[in-house]
């Protein structure tokens, strides 16, 4: 809400005045203050017109709005400009009836008060559809919830059915209000419309038996009779055409086009239900509605004596069953009249006009009765209450006043004589709280001014209500005296009473001119709105509003539900006369009065553009006639001198305060020196405000809006301080208590970073204690001083062990165990080896085996004995170092059975001149031999064989030591071989002679030939091999000295 004010914002309403200012030539100016000639009757009258041309039918006087009537639909009245219109300051939208219902509804939201737009106008200037529009207005824009939401509904449906039962075409209306309305609309203090409450006014009765030429009776009539199903007509006793009943026939006029009877009826009957009238209490209603059309059908014969009697009995008898009463009892109370004389009950019958009389007195009691229980149903479908507290009151109401306009007909009679008195009452009122308070109200505040004069209708008044004096109390008078008082004697009464009164004339009091329009059965009122003559037939009868009782007896006994409401037995057995319907009227009148008064005034001046219910036509004179007796050129004139606003100057302070430094947050001297001081610091040019006693006056809207926006600006920038401060307040807390929460988790964590480091040097401590005190008592048995010390000396040991074990069986490395694990240590290290020994010998194949147990001979023999072993130990034997393709195929054959072993080529050196001669030397199973080419030069068997000599040097010599005496050998054989470590093993193992290699230092003796001839190698070591002859004919043999000695 706020938002859109600051949207629209001074800059806005300036534009806003300003294009209007530009289109004031054509459509005239929205407010009637900003009427240049505002005195002149022909301009303001031009204004409307201007306007009413194009189709702008609200025009503002201040804050009066004017409205006239369009006859036609104009595109509005939307949802959406009722959005356009909600929560927007009452000048700065196009003027509009949805204004001053937002206006009256803030209003009352934001200062609590009770309001209440009074909608005045004559006959057919749209009061109904104002006050319609409103109640609209708020049921769609007014917060709601569920609840409420039927609250509304029945707010909204309440209208169609009152309208059915109490409008009627008139001449000057075709949805004439016949009764007066004033609906409160209940809200909660949320604002949401949450009940409601009708106060209704005199019902045009007579309208039910009688109705003018051109009009009709209640609408509610005809819609049965259109609309009701054929079943519900049959019911009832109808026929579906008006034309049959004698009460819808008098005004000549079943059918008007603007009214859709049949439509009507369907919405009737929705509304209904919608109000929560049970089904049964529709049929009951609608029993009524038909039997008061039944009676009208009654009708009577007179007999000899002039009584009547009653011919038409069918009636009689739907009469009987609709209203559930006895028949004969009905008809004898319709022709009979009880007369009570000296204590004794007497029946007496009626002639034929009192017949009628009393029958049409009955529908109309019937049908008048109805309607005031219908509005007391609907109120208490509309009621409040509070769901906490039931007795509670809603919060505030907004007053909505609809009654019926100024009326004057050809003929006019008591109803008019009400209503136009009613009216007189509210122009009273209106002039009563604008004219006449406001003006008060500045001479009171000491304001200078300058009186401007204006009709008081007060004197109008006075005439009619006046206590013995007025004509009200002359009626009544007359109606209550015994005698033979009719209305001629009460028209006499009056001229005797008032006649001297200038408001007051007669036939027979007035001038000749007027006498000529004038009845002699007439007396003329100059009411505020113009000139009015009532006839005085039937004033007295309307006023007394009797039932003969007889009749209300009957009516006591039905047994229809809603009649046994409305007829109270109580009633009879009241002695006390009832009061006039004049003097209730009056004293209703007074009340409502008080209600208005109670409450903060709207209002919606109504003006009717034309007689013939015409769109577009502007009917110049019937219009300033209205603007006349409306006040309206005084309205505004006192709006023009005087004071768009007031307030109290605390109220204003308080509110506009903070505007200025001093007055701001508080001010402490005279609230009219502060006043004075906020709307200087304000910038308010003299000639816009005054001051007077207790009140701030300011002339123009347009300077209190400037304000108002100010104090918009100013509630946000206070909202952005005050924003600001809570926020950094908000901010500030919000970081201390960060802080506040990151120190203590900081603690908490930092405690826990501290005992884990106290608790690890804790352990670290006891730990090296252990460790120092179990490497004192580490010799002593296991003990618990040492026991940690062992337990950790044995686990890093076997943990050592596990990443230190040898890899390979040559590896000998083994981590050195702690004392205590000397003997496991061993156990293991037996264990480790044996496995991978195992391990290792599993993976060995024959052939490998074979070469590993040659190779253990050699070492056996040879290991740390020959200087060239080392140099064999890598070097694989082989099985055989000579093919068989290397070997003479007639060696082969030689050798026979004995197939070779190993064969090796070998030098051998004589045995006399050393000399070097290639052979071959084989192995076989049992012997060896030595090969020359094909030749088989010598033949060792190993059982022969008696040793076999080496040097301990690095040469490749060596000697098969055989027996001398045995002729088949030739001797020991010198043998030189470039594999002698192999080809030895080889013989050894092939002669098993292991044992038999004897390996010499210096020289070697062997046996030359048979005699005993003794040969001698020496050796020695020298740089290379050198095998040759020496000068001491001994072989000598230079063997190379190798690295590894
Ligand atoms: N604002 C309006 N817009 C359109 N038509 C309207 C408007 N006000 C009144 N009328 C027409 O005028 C007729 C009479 O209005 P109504 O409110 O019944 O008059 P009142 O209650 O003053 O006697 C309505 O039936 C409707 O046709
Ligand atoms: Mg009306």
Same mark, same amino acid.
């Given at each position: 809400?706020?938002?859109?004010?600051?949207?629209?914002?001074?800059?806005?309403?300036?534009?806003?005045?300003?294009?209007?200012?530009?289109?004031?030539?054509?459509?005239?100016?929205?407010?009637?203050?900003?009427?240049?000639?505002?005195?002149?009757?022909?301009?303001?009258?031009?204004?409307?017109?201007?306007?009413?041309?194009?189709?702008?039918?609200?025009?503002?006087?201040?804050?009066?709005?004017?409205?006239?009537?369009?006859?036609?639909?104009?595109?509005?009245?939307?949802?959406?400009?009722?959005?356009?219109?909600?929560?927007?300051?009452?000048?700065?939208?196009?003027?509009?009836?949805?204004?001053?219902?937002?206006?009256?509804?803030?209003?009352?939201?934001?200062?609590?008060?009770?309001?209440?737009?009074?909608?005045?106008?004559?006959?057919?200037?749209?009061?109904?559809?104002?006050?319609?529009?409103?109640?609209?207005?708020?049921?769609?824009?007014?917060?709601?919830?569920?609840?409420?939401?039927?609250?509304?509904?029945?707010?909204?449906?309440?209208?169609?059915?009152?309208?059915?039962?109490?409008?009627?075409?008139?001449?000057?209306?075709?949805?004439?209000?016949?009764?007066? %309305?004033?609906?409160?609309?209940?809200?909660?203090?949320?604002?949401?419309?949450?009940?409601?409450?009708?106060?209704?006014?005199?019902?045009?009765?007579?309208?039910?038996?009688?109705?003018?030429?051109?009009?009709?009776?209640?609408?509610?009539?005809?819609?049965?009779?259109?609309?009701?199903?054929?079943?519900?007509?049959?019911?009832?006793?109808?026929?579906?055409?008006?034309?049959?009943?004698?009460?819808?026939?008098?005004?000549?006029?079943?059918?008007?086009?603007?009214?859709?009877?049949?439509?009507?009826?369907?919405?009737?009957?929705?509304? /209904?239900?919608?109000?929560?009238?049970?089904? +049964?209490?529709?049929?009951?209603?609608?029993?009524?509605?038909?039997?008061?059309?039944?009676?009208?059908?009654?009708?009577?014969?007179?007999?000899?004596?002039?009584?009547?009697?009653?011919?038409?009995?069918?009636?009689?008898?739907? *009469?009987?069953?609709?209203?559930?009463?006895?028949?004969?009892?009905?008809?004898? !109370?319709?022709?009979?009249?009880?007369?009570?004389?000296?204590?004794?009950?007497?029946?007496?019958?009626?002639?034929?006009?009192?017949?009628?009389?009393?029958?049409?007195?009955?529908?109309?009691?019937?049908?008048?009765?109805?309607?005031?229980?219908?509005?007391?149903?609907?109120?208490?479908?509309?009621?409040?209450? +509070?769901?906490?507290?039931?007795?509670?009151?809603? &919060?505030?109401?907004?007053?909505?006043?609809?009654?019926?306009?100024?009326?004057?007909?050809?003929?006019?009679?008591?109803?008019?004589?009400?209503?136009?008195?009613?009216?007189?009452?509210?122009?009273?009122?209106?002039?009563?709280?604008?004219?006449?308070?406001?003006?008060?109200?500045?001479?009171?505040?000491?304001?200078?001014?300058?009186?401007?004069?204006?009709?008081?209708?007060?004197?109008?008044?006075?005439?009619?209500?006046?206590?013995?004096?007025?004509?009200?109390?002359?009626?009544?008078?007359?109606?209550?005296?015994?005698?033979?008082?009719?209305?001629?004697?009460?028209?006499?009464?009056?001229?005797?009473?008032?006649?001297?009164?200038?408001?007051?004339?007669?036939?027979?009091?007035?001038?000749?001119?007027?006498?000529?329009?004038?009845?002699?059965?007439?007396?003329?009122?100059?009411?505020?709105?113009?000139?009015?003559?009532?006839?005085?037939?039937?004033? #007295?009868?309307?006023?007394?509003? *009797?039932?003969?009782?007889?009749?209300?007896?009957?009516?006591?006994?039905?047994?229809?539900?809603?009649?046994?409401?409305?007829?109270?037995?109580?009633?009879?057995?009241?002695?006390?006369?009832?009061?006039?319907?004049?003097?209730?009227?009056?004293?209703?009148?007074?009340? #409502?009065?008080?209600?208005?008064?109670? %409450?903060?005034?709207?209002?919606?001046?109504?003006?009717?553009?034309?007689?013939?219910?015409?769109?577009?036509?502007?009917?110049?004179?019937?219009?300033?006639?209205?603007?006349?007796?409306?006040?309206?050129?005084?309205?505004?004139?006192?709006?023009?001198?005087?004071?768009?606003?007031?307030?109290?100057?605390?109220?204003?302070?308080?509110?506009?305060?903070?505007?200025?430094?001093?007055?701001?947050?508080?001010?402490?001297?005279?609230?009219? +020196?502060?006043?004075?001081?906020?709307?200087?610091?304000?910038?308010?040019?003299?000639?816009?405000?005054? /001051?007077?006693?207790?009140?701030?006056?300011?002339?123009?809207?347009?300077?209190?809006?400037?304000?108002?926006?100010?104090? @918009?600006?100013?509630?946000?920038?206070?909202?952005?301080?005050?924003? !600001?401060?809570?926020?950094?307040?908000?901010? %500030?807390?919000?970081?201390?208590?960060?802080?506040?929460? !990151?120190?203590?988790?900081?603690?908490?964590?930092?405690?826990? *970073?501290?005992?884990?480091?106290?608790?690890?040097?804790?352990? &670290?401590? $006891?730990?090296?204690?252990?460790?120092?005190?179990?490497?004192?008592?580490?010799?002593?048995?296991?003990?618990?001083?040492?026991?940690?010390? /062992?337990?950790?000396?044995?686990?890093?040991?076997?943990? $050592?062990?596990?990443?230190?074990?040898?890899?390979?069986?040559?590896?000998?490395?083994?981590?050195?165990?702690?004392?205590?694990?000397? @003997?496991?240590?061993?156990?293991?290290?037996?264990?480790?080896?044996?496995?991978?020994?195992?391990?290792?010998?599993?993976?060995?194949?024959?052939?490998?085996?074979?070469?590993?147990?040659?190779?253990?001979?050699?070492?056996?023999?040879?290991?740390?004995?020959?200087?060239?072993?080392?140099?064999?130990?890598?070097?694989?034997?082989?099985?055989?170092?000579?093919?068989?393709?290397?070997?003479?195929?007639?060696?082969?054959?030689?050798?026979?059975?004995?197939?070779?072993?190993?064969?090796?080529?070998?030098?051998?050196?004589?045995?006399?001149?050393?000399?070097?001669?290639?052979?071959?030397?084989? /192995?076989?199973?049992?012997?060896?031999?030595?090969?020359?080419?094909?030749?088989?030069?010598?033949?060792?068997?190993?059982?022969?064989?008696?040793?076999?000599?080496?040097?301990?040097?690095?040469?490749?010599?060596?000697?098969?030591?055989?027996?001398?005496?045995?002729?088949?050998?030739?001797?020991?054989?010198?043998?030189?071989?470039?594999?002698?470590?192999?080809? *030895?093993?080889?013989?050894?193992?092939?002669?098993?002679?292991?044992?038999?290699?004897?390996?010499?230092?210096?020289?070697?003796?062997?046996?030359?030939?048979?005699?005993?001839?003794?040969?001698?190698?020496?050796?020695?070591?020298?740089?290379?091999?050198?095998?040759?002859?020496?000068?001491?004919?001994?072989?000598?043999?230079?063997?190379?000295?190798?690295?590894?000695?």
């Amino acid at each position: 809400m706020k938002y859109r004010v600051m949207a629209v914002g001074s800059e806005g309403v300036r534009l806003m005045m300003e294009s209007a200012l530009t289109a004031r030539d054509r459509v005239g100016v929205q407010d009637f203050v900003l009427l240049e000639n505002y005195t002149s009757e022909a301009a303001f009258i031009e204004n409307l017109r201007k306007r009413f041309k194009e189709n702008l039918i609200y025009t503002y006087i201040g804050s009066v709005l004017v409205s006239v009537n369009p006859y036609k639909d104009l595109e509005i009245y939307s949802k959406q400009h009722m959005e356009r219109y909600r929560g927007v300051n009452f000048y700065e939208v196009s003027p509009h009836i949805y204004a001053v219902s937002d206006n009256s509804y803030r209003a009352m939201r934001t200062e609590r008060k009770d309001q209440c737009i009074l909608i005045s106008g004559e006959s057919g200037a749209g009061k109904t559809e104002a006050s319609k529009k409103i109640l609209q207005y708020y049921a769609v824009t007014c917060p709601a919830s569920d609840k409420v939401e039927l609250v509304k509904d029945r707010l909204l449906q309440s209208n169609p059915v009152l309208e059915a039962f109490g409008n009627a075409k008139t001449l000057r209306n075709d949805n004439s209000s016949r009764f007066g %309305k004033y609906m409160d609309i209940q809200f909660d203090f949320k604002g949401a419309p949450v009940g409601g409450h009708i106060l209704n006014y005199l019902l045009e009765k007579s309208r039910v038996v009688h109705q003018n030429h051109g009009e009709r009776n209640f609408h509610i009539f005809y819609q049965l009779i259109e609309g009701g199903e054929e079943d519900l007509l049959r019911r009832l006793g109808l026929e579906r055409n008006a034309q049959q009943y004698q009460y819808l026939v008098k005004g000549n006029c079943p059918k008007v086009s603007s009214i859709n009877d049949k439509n009507d009826w369907k919405t009737v009957r929705k509304a /209904l239900t919608v109000i929560g009238f049970s089904e +049964d209490e529709v049929e009951e209603l609608l029993n009524i509605i038909a039997s008061v059309l039944h009676l009208g059908n009654v009708q009577f014969a007179g007999d000899e004596a002039g009584n009547s009697q009653i011919t038409t009995e069918t009636q009689i008898k739907y *009469l009987a069953r609709l209203l559930g009463v006895e028949g004969t009892a009905l008809k004898e !109370a319709l022709t009979h009249k009880k007369i009570i004389a000296k204590g004794e009950e007497l029946m007496s019958p009626l002639n034929l006009e009192q017949a009628a009389y009393a029958r049409d007195a009955l529908s109309k009691a019937v049908y008048g009765r109805t309607f005031s229980w219908l509005v007391n149903k609907i109120n208490e479908s509309l009621s409040y209450k +509070d769901p906490i507290y039931p007795g509670r009151k809603s &919060a505030a109401v907004i007053g909505l006043l609809d009654i019926y306009g100024f009326e004057v007909f050809q003929h006019n009679s008591f109803e008019q004589f009400c209503i136009n008195y009613c009216n007189e009452k509210l122009q009273q009122l209106f002039i009563e709280l604008t004219l006449k308070s406001e003006q008060e109200e500045y001479e009171s505040e000491g304001i200078t001014w300058e009186p401007v004069q204006y009709f008081n209708n007060k004197i109008i008044c006075d005439l009619v209500e006046e206590k013995f004096k007025g004509i009200i109390s002359i009626l009544d008078e007359e109606c209550l005296r015994p005698g033979d008082a009719s209305d001629i004697t009460f028209l006499e009464k009056l001229e005797d009473t008032v006649g001297g009164h200038a408001h007051f004339v007669t036939h027979k009091l007035a001038d000749g001119k007027t006498r000529k329009v004038m009845g002699r059965e007439e007396f003329r009122l100059l009411h505020y709105a113009g000139e009015v003559n009532y006839n005085v037939n039937g004033f #007295l009868d309307k006023n007394n509003d *009797l039932l003969f009782r007889n009749l209300k007896e009957v009516m006591c006994q039905s047994e229809n539900k809603i009649l046994t409401q409305c007829f109270d037995r109580d009633e009879l057995s009241d002695k006390k006369r009832p009061e006039t319907a004049a003097t209730q009227f009056k004293n209703s009148l007074a009340k #409502l009065m008080e209600i208005l008064m109670s %409450k903060e005034p709207s209002y919606i001046r109504c003006i009717k553009p034309n007689d013939a219910k015409q769109a577009g036509r502007f009917d110049e004179v019937l219009i300033r006639h209205q603007v006349k007796y409306l006040g309206l050129m005084e309205n505004l004139r006192v709006r023009r001198a005087g004071f768009a606003y007031r307030r109290k100057y605390e109220t204003f302070l308080q509110r506009y305060k903070s505007l200025c430094p001093e007055t701001w947050p508080n001010w402490n001297g005279r609230l009219a +020196d502060g006043v004075a001081i906020l709307v200087k610091h304000l910038g308010y040019k003299p000639e816009e405000y005054k /001051l007077g006693r207790s009140k701030i006056f300011i002339r123009f809207p347009k300077t209190l809006f400037a304000t108002e926006d100010a104090l @918009e600006v100013r509630k946000h920038s206070l909202a952005t301080t005050l924003q !600001a401060a809570w926020r950094g307040y908000g901010q %500030k807390s919000k970081f201390q208590k960060l802080r506040a929460s !990151a120190i203590l988790i900081q603690a908490w964590w930092r405690g826990i *970073l501290a005992r884990r480091k106290a608790a690890r040097r804790r352990w &670290a401590a $006891n730990t090296i204690r252990r460790f120092v005190k179990g490497f004192i008592y580490r010799q002593q048995p296991r003990c618990p001083e040492n026991e940690y010390f /062992l337990d950790y000396v044995r686990y890093s040991f076997l943990m $050592n062990l596990k990443r230190n074990l040898p890899k390979t069986i040559l590896d000998k490395s083994w981590p050195v165990p702690p004392p205590a694990l000397a @003997e496991t240590s061993e156990q293991l290290k037996k264990l480790y080896v044996q496995n991978m020994v195992w391990s290792y010998c599993k993976r060995i194949n024959p052939e490998w085996k074979n070469q590993l147990e040659q190779k253990v001979v050699a070492s056996e023999i040879f290991k740390d004995k020959k200087d060239n072993y080392p140099q064999s130990v890598p070097k694989l034997f082989v099985s055989s170092r000579l093919s068989n393709e290397e070997v003479n195929p007639k060696v082969i054959q030689a050798l026979g059975n004995e197939k070779m072993k190993y064969g090796v080529p070998v030098t051998k050196y004589d045995r006399k001149g050393y000399k070097a001669r290639p052979r071959q030397l084989l /192995l076989t199973q049992n012997c060896a031999f030595i090969v020359e080419e094909a030749k088989l030069k010598q033949r060792i068997d190993y059982s022969a064989l008696r040793g076999i000599s080496v040097s301990s040097l690095s040469d490749g010599l060596f000697v098969l030591h055989v027996p001398c005496e045995d002729n088949k050998q030739k001797g020991d054989v010198v043998l030189q071989s470039d594999h002698v470590i192999e080809t *030895l093993t080889k013989v050894a193992i092939s002669a098993e002679k292991v044992n038999n290699i004897n390996i010499n230092q210096g020289s070697i003796k062997f046996t030359v030939g048979q005699g005993g001839k003794e040969g001698i190698i020496d050796f020695t070591s020298g740089s290379e091999l050198l095998i040759a002859k020496a000068k001491n004919g001994h072989l000598s043999v230079t063997a190379p000295r190798l690295n590894s000695r």
